[in-house]
């Protein structure tokens, strides 16, 4: 039995547009909040093959969606290359050793010698292959370099990315030096796990926008498109999501061997299929806070569906799920998304 999740990736019919959201194994869910309880924290969750199994499932089981994404984070990277992280609760991620030079570089492990320190994660997905449905597909996913390299050099989440600029403006050489290598370990981690079992991979730029247009592609999107060359050139039969958060303003810059693009709540799905329709399966967009009202989300979902016509595309919201969403809200969501959708 094919995947409808892996046929609409491709462009090809499918019965319904399928449909997930990001984030959809989180705090909004009470039996997610459970297993992180009995985990103790957010990282013994990401190590724990058994429990982050668990809780990747779990949408799938309560909220009906087509498609089970990984239960991991994205910086589990940067940890296993070497680095101090831990998060603090209020604060968020953590780490006590932020990058500032060359030698910092060079104490990082790279390529396969810290892919290959994250069994965790790919016995974590061959778990969930036992136990995932057959029609159901596994979307595994990494930060982009640029996201990583942002907390990798702030030590932290940032709003102004001040330190990264800097580097970016003042020596442009250094900040290279962080993406390539941190790039090598990307294209290497994502190739285990789709050998661990996998069905698509996402490549998350959340922090895309903070970048200027005419930068974007030198310190983002270049090696994004490296890393989906590199598993297209040995796994063509997987596809790849893109999703940079925040940039309606250089969608006409958008190029590469890559499958899906996600347009986020900020991009008009409109405007995303005049540029980028014909070339890409567009995944997307609903504004996470219409989950807060049914109305609102039912609006959004026949939009959205008018639009699209159901070809060519993935329902999600434009970012993730929030905590204090209702779960009926997020079964509504899910449940008019397969309405509209359904031929």
Known sequence: MGKIFVDAC?????????????????????????????????????????????????PVDIVGVDAAILFSDILVIPDEMGMDLSFIKGEGPKF?????C??????LLGGDEAAS??????????????????????????????????????????KTYNVCKKMMYSNPELLHKILAKVTEVVKLYMEKQ?????????????????IETEKYDEFSWKYMVEIADYLKSKYP???????PKGIPAFLDKVYGNFDVFGVDWSTPMA???????????????????RLYSKEATTQAVEEIQEVM???????????????????????????????????
């Open 10 to 58: 491709f462009g090809k019919e499918t019965p319904y547009t399928p449909v997930w959201m990001m984030r959809q194994a989180g705090r909004y869910l009470p039996e997610y909040m459970a297993v992180r309880a009995k985990a103790g924290n957010f990282l013994n969750l990401c190590h724990n093959p058994a429990q982050a199994c668990e809780v990747t499932l779990q």
């Open 96 to 100: 006590s050793d932020p990058i500032t």
């Open 271 to 289: 405007l995303a299929k005049e540029k980028l329709g014909s070339k890409y399966v567009l995944q997307g967009n609903m504004e996470p806070c």
């Open 237 to 243: 039969h997987v596809p790849i999501i893109m999703f």
């Open 117 to 158: 320190k994250l069994t965790y994660v790919f016995d974590t997905i061959k778990l969930i292959k036992e136990q995932l449905s057959e029609d159901k597909a596994l979307i595994g996913f990494t930060g982009a370099p640029w996201t990583l390299a942002t907390y990798m050099i702030e030590g932290q989440g940032t």
């Open 309 to 343: 016509g159901g070809k060519r595309h993935i329902f999600n919201l434009g970012h993730g799920i929030l905590p204090d969403v209702p779960v009926e809200n997020a079964k509504h969501f899910i449940r008019e998304c397969h309405r509209v959708s359904g031929k």
């Open 102 to 107: 060359d030698a910092d570089i060079d104490r």
């Open 194 to 210: 789709i050998q661990a079992g996998i069905d698509v991979v996402q490549i998350f730029d959340s922090w895309a926008a903070a």
